[in-house]
């Protein structure tokens, strides 16, 4: 799905949310999130590491203070310096929580804590190239290790050893479309056209252009 989880994000932002760029320079999202923590406290920051140019790799835990935690759920944007879409879904969540820590699905955070890797390749951000400064693919060096950004990403999977990881990406070759293929039954096929309707409606009202378009099947031999 192109724009992974910015839907959510854009459904559940605020003035803050909106103040973001959709594109946010890796200085910009540091910046948010530092305002962000120091604003919430359901929010923690720290660096996981650092790029090969030095910019920072951010990370951000979500969580509620006082309850013990059951899961943890980690979160990675930006592997791919041209994929923003990820970066930008998780600073408007982020955003959304700030503007109204109250309002938020708190039951969430009580079963579960939320880390955030919001921008894993700073400098390719930078650059709005796929690899990382030193012409490496990120996805194709998570065994070797030989990045700065590889060796943060697994040093947080080994100190923080989540349940599951969402890793985020998008097709940024393809323009901003909301793609789906066909729906194994007529009840998802049903579910999935009503939020289709409700991802472009939202992106649309947030000035972010989309466009629904069915694709066939991958296993679709025919």
């Known amino acids: 799905m192109r724009l992974a989880w910015l839907w959510l994000a854009l459904a559940l932002g605020g003035a803050e949310g909106q103040s973001l760029s959709?594109?946010?320079?890796?200085?910009?999202?540091?910046?948010?999130?530092?305002?962000?923590?120091?604003?919430?406290?359901?929010?923690?920051?720290?660096?996981?590491?650092?790029?090969?140019?030095?910019?920072?790799?951010?990370?951000?835990?979500?969580?509620h203070?006082?309850?013990?935690?059951?899961?943890?759920?980690?979160?990675?944007?930006?592997?791919?310096?041209?994929?923003?879409?990820?970066?930008?879904?998780?600073?408007?969540?982020?955003?959304?929580?700030?503007?109204?820590?109250?309002?938020?699905?708190?039951?969430?955070?009580?079963?579960?804590?939320?880390?955030?890797?919001?921008?894993?390749?700073?400098?390719?951000?930078?650059?709005?190239?796929?690899?990382?400064?030193a012409g490496v693919d990120l996805a194709e060096d998570g065994l070797a290790q030989t990045q700065p950004e590889s060796r943060a990403l697994f040093a947080m999977l080994t100190s923080w050893r989540p349940h599951l990881l969402l890793d985020l990406h998008e097709h940024p070759s393809q323009g901003p479309l909301i793609r789906y293929g066909p729906a194994p039954s007529e009840e998802m096929a049903s579910r999935l056209q009503a939020l289709r309707t409700f991802l472009t409606q939202r992106l649309r009202q947030y000035r972010y252009p989309a466009e629904e378009r069915n694709l066939p099947s991958f296993w679709d031999s025919s």
């Open 65 to 133: 203070p006082q309850t013990p935690q059951k899961r943890r759920l980690l979160v990675v944007a930006r592997l791919h310096g041209d994929e923003p879409a990820g970066t930008t879904a998780l600073l408007h969540l982020v955003a959304a929580l700030v503007r109204n820590p109250s309002g938020y699905p708190l039951s969430l955070l009580r079963d579960t804590s939320w880390m955030f890797l919001p921008l894993l390749n700073p400098d390719g951000a930078v650059s709005n190239h796929r690899r990382n400064r």
């Open 22 to 63: 959709l594109n946010p320079s890796p200085e910009e999202a540091v910046r948010f999130l530092l305002e962000a923590t120091r604003r919430c406290p359901y929010l923690e920051m720290g660096m996981a590491g650092y790029s090969v140019e030095g910019r920072p790799i951010p990370f951000v835990l979500l969580r």
